[in-house]
């Protein structure tokens, strides 16, 4: 990973770039506080934003985790969550190290889309 010089933030390769669009896009489209996307090892992608019942709490990446699991993925290349926390909890990195095994990436950027951190699922 490069830092882009002129804004101190993350250079990422096209691919990253479209999980931290697609959760971006996730998190406004549905009005909710986070928005998640994460690849699979064949390259496809589930996005999903956080969920709120009264009887089931989600955090965006665990529901994103959860939805690849249910389409068959076998493995995840990274994720990213969109949300105004300033990086990701222990059980979502927890639930993309499941998934993903220890060092699967993990992009976090706030609702601009602009990446704060890289966090990686242990």
């Known amino acids: 990973m490069t830092e882009n010089?002129?804004?101190?933030?993350?250079?990422?390769?096209p691919?990253?770039?479209?999980?931290?669009t697609l959760a971006r896009s996730a998190r406004a489209r549905?009005?909710?506080p986070e928005?998640?996307?994460?690849r699979d090892e064949t390259g496809r992608t589930y996005v999903a934003g956080s969920v709120e019942l009264p009887s089931l709490r989600l955090s965006a990446l665990r529901t994103a985790v959860a939805m690849a699991v249910a389409s068959g993925a076998k493995s995840l290349e990274a994720a990213a969550v969109v949300t105004e926390a300033a990086t990701a909890t222990a059980?979502?990195?927890?639930a993309v190290g499941d998934l993903g095994g220890a060092g699967t990436p993990?992009?976090?950027a706030g609702p601009d889309g602009s990446?704060?951190?890289?966090?990686?699922?242990g």
């Not at 010089?5 to 390769?13: C, E, N």
């Not at 928005?35 to 994460?38: D, L, M, Q, R």
């Not at 059980?91 to 927890?94: K, N, P, Q, V």
């Open 15 to 20: 691919e990253d770039r479209k999980i931290v």
């Open 30 to 32: 549905n009005g909710v």
């Open 106 to 108: 993990v992009w976090v």
């Open 35 to 38: 928005g998640a996307a994460v």
């Open 91 to 94: 059980e979502d990195l927890a």
């Open 5 to 13: 010089p002129a804004t101190g933030t993350p250079d990422l390769d």
């Open 115 to 121: 990446v704060r951190v890289r966090n990686e699922a």
